[in-house]
């Protein structure tokens, strides 16, 4: 290996490790569960049974069931008449008791319209199941074992179906408010499927509790059709480990994290390329919106998510491979398709700074619009890609974001409790974005987004369509007209340091100890409380003060030295400027850049005759700032494992100590000749 592969390549180590490190900060809790194994791949997506319901749920309050279904149309009014009449005779009142009786696969319990609060379930454990013992969560919640939750199945479950094959559980209203489950934020699942291979979920409401209303946990075949969750502390829709999964016609809606979680979907495709002979679980025909997230999934692999509406949150959808302890990791093969995704602007945060989400669930008012977000995010976002593979996103409607469309970045492997050093670069790559309509509704109106995409710059294979109206880079690589064919690809083994930081200081929240970081604009920081402004005028104030002494002490007689030293001045004046408008279409910060380049080059040059090796380290870093301008506005340079920026950002160090060193010097070096003044100013 020559000097100079061996020099980049503990360089790239190094990095890599900054990296992992810049990432340690406490991020906020996911879902954590019992140790669990991916299912075998044997099973099939249920098929909806039509006839007639083997068990059935229902009330005694006559007048209040004929009430409810007063409106109904006839034949289904007819229809739950009849099903009420047995119901009385040989049913169950609660959906728990017809679970419990569930005796042979195949079955199906009707559920008839009325309100279930699950009266015999509701209470705290007692007993021996007021003391197992288990490993807490994070949150502070029990992490049972399987034999743990067959044991009390309510010390978390408002209803727990555990085992249960091939169970088809419907509500028999005119829609799914009809029939409603509600935990009263006393649980923490309404519904826990654990284990249920062929469970079908249909035409009911799902509701209130301190983490999830409707939870399918290993289970190998599942459908959600036509069900509603909301008010959540974390999720709507849990799905854990599973396979052969179909979500279709779904709503959730204020959830504290996301609406919709595919999480540890299982990994079939890890290995393989764009194309796949199938995916693991579909979603289509939903909609969740006034979540933290319409959408997420940490590992969510191989999902296919199509013809959904992802609205009014704080970001449309995410997925990551940020948090330890999912089976999947990392994230890889998402297809997103024809999705309507829009108008994620809306900011929830302020419910933690005021204390509304320290007090418990039942006061928060999450019945009133309250959401408390679980983790930290960027909000007016539509796709939050945060560590995620041969990811496909294709010809959805993305628009009127006050953020970006597209947010891409990289997530160390050290993050996910991985060490080893060839793993800590191996997320953020492959993601193609192609063929979206961005920042235009169906109709054709503009409704721009802020920025169409945000990269940190990690990553080999990304690249984007041609028609982004503002990026940050200003450069990406454009996907060509086959999956897997990409112009100006890069491989960058570290995203750029500016953002890197961003995102160090961005991910110190939470929700429980109502800490926000400030510098964070996420959070409502703006201009110089900035993290990204504070970077620049910090670098900028100690690069002058160097440069100026530099000047004064060495270069004062010379002119060409003074013009270079006024040009790099307001080359740092416009970086401060710029970095305030991150996200903003402008050509500011690489117009800083080049005249800052041009400041250090020209600086170097005056510097030959009296420190030629300062002279020369001097214009290496103005054509590394130079590289840096081009490499952000005009093309992505390819071949390189580190962005110019870092390069620059190193050898300017250097350069810092070495001027300032130069500059103190008590033996001061003599002004240049009157002669090579005038030969510098006419060269």
């Known amino acids: 290996m020559s000097w100079t592969r061996r020099f980049v390549s503990v360089l790239s180590v190094v990095l890599v490790a900054l990296a992992a490190a810049l990432f340690t900060a406490p991020p906020g809790q996911a879902h954590e569960e019992r140790p669990v194994t991916l299912p075998d791949g044997s099973g099939t997506v249920p098929a909806l ?22 409106g109904f149309p006839a034949p289904l009014k007819a229809r739950n008449l009849s099903l009420f009449d047995r119901c009385l005779r040989d049913g169950h009142r609660h959906l728990q008791q017809a679970v419990d009786a569930v005796d042979r696969p195949g079955l199906t319990i009707a559920i008839l319209p009325g309100l279930y609060e699950e009266e015999p379930s509701l209470p705290p454990p007692t007993g021996a199941c007021a003391s197992l013992d288990a490993p807490k969560s994070a949150l502070g919640y029990q992490i049972l074992s399987y034999a743990q939750q067959r044991q009390c199945p309510h010390n978390q479950n408002l209803v727990a179906i555990l085992g249960k094959k091939n169970l088809q559980v419907e509500g028999t209203g005119a829609s799914r408010l009809d029939v409603v489950i509600d935990a009263k934020y006393q649980k923490l699942n309404a519904i826990r499927a654990d ?13 209130r509790t301190t983490f999830n209303s409707l939870y399918v946990l290993a289970a190998d075949g599942f459908v959600i059709d036509d069900v509603l969750t909301r008010w959540n502390d974390e999720y709507g829709f849990l799905t854990f480990a599973s396979d052969h999964g179909l979500y279709k016609d779904c709503e959730s809606y204020g959830n504290g994290d996301s609406g919709i979680y595919p999480g540890s979907a299982s990994n079939i495709n890890d290995g393989r390329g764009y194309d796949v002979p199938r995916y693991s679980i579909e979603i289509t025909g939903c909609r969740s919106h006034h979540n933290m997230v319409g959408y997420s999934g940490t590992a969510g692999d191989s999902v296919w998510v199509h013809d959904n ?57 999450y019945e009133k619009g309250v959401v408390c ?31 970006a469309a597209f947010f891409l970045s990289a997530v160390p492997a050290f993050i996910r409790g991985e060490s080893a050093w060839d793993k800590q670069a191996d997320t953020s790559h492959h993601n193609r974005y192609a063929g979206n309509h961005l920042g235009v509704d169906k109709d054709g109106t503009a409704r721009p987004n802020r920025t169409d995409v945000w990269w940190d710059g990690q990553g080999s294979g990304n690249c984007w369509q041609v028609d982004v109206d503002a990026s940050t880079p200003g450069a990406l690589p454009g996907c060509g007209a086959r999956r897997g064919e990409v112009s100006g690809a890069t491989g960058r083994i570290v995203g750029e340091p500016v953002k890197l930081a961003q995102l160090l200081v961005c991910a110190d929240y939470s929700v429980q100890a109502r800490r926000l970081p400030a510098g964070c604009d996420w959070y409502g920081a703006r201009g110089l409380q900035r993290v990204e402004t504070q970077l620049a005028l910090g670098g900028a104030l100690v690069l002058a003060l160097a440069g100026g002494a530099l000047w004064r002490r060495r270069l004062r007689g010379n002119r060409l030295a003074g013009v270079a030293l006024l040009v790099g001045l307001v080359g740092m004046a416009l970086d401060v400027a710029g970095s305030t408008l991150a996200l903003t279409a402008t050509s500011l910060p690489a117009l ?5 380049g041009a400041g250090w ?13 300062l002279a020369w380290t001097t214009m290496a870093l103005g054509v590394l700032t130079l590289l840096d301008a081009f490499d952000k506005a005009v093309l992505m340079i390819p071949g390189i494992p580190l962005s110019p920026a870092w390069l620059r950002l190193l050898l300017g160090l250097v350069w810092l100590l070495w001027a300032v060193i130069v500059a103190a010097a008590r033996t001061s070096d003599p002004v240049a000749p009157a002669a090579d003044r005038q030969e510098a100013v006419t060269t």
């Open 49 to 70: 049974r039509t006839g007639e319901p083997d068990l059935l749920v229902c009330k005694t309050d006559r007048a209040d069931f004929e009430q409810r279904i007063s």
């Open 195 to 207: 284990g249920s291979d062929g469970i079908y979920f249909r035409n009911f409401t799902a509701q």
């Open 309 to 365: 509406e992802f609205d009014h949150n704080m970001g449309g959808a995410s997925m990551d491979s940020a948090f330890p302890g999912h089976p999947g990791l990392p994230q890889n093969h998402a297809r997103f398709e024809r999705n309507l995704i829009h108008h994620n602007n809306q900011d929830y945060y302020p419910y933690v700074a005021d204390g509304t989400c320290a007090k418990p669930p039942v006061d928060r008012g």
């Open 373 to 403: 977000p679980q983790i930290s995010m960027p909000p007016g976002t539509g796709i939050i890609t945060a560590g995620g593979n041969w990811n496909l996103y294709e010809d959805n409607w993305i628009y009127g974001h006050q953020r």
């Open 592 to 596: 800083a850049l080049l005249l800052m």
């Open 601 to 613: 080059t020209l600086t170097g040059y005056t510097l030959r005759p009296t420190r030629p090796a």
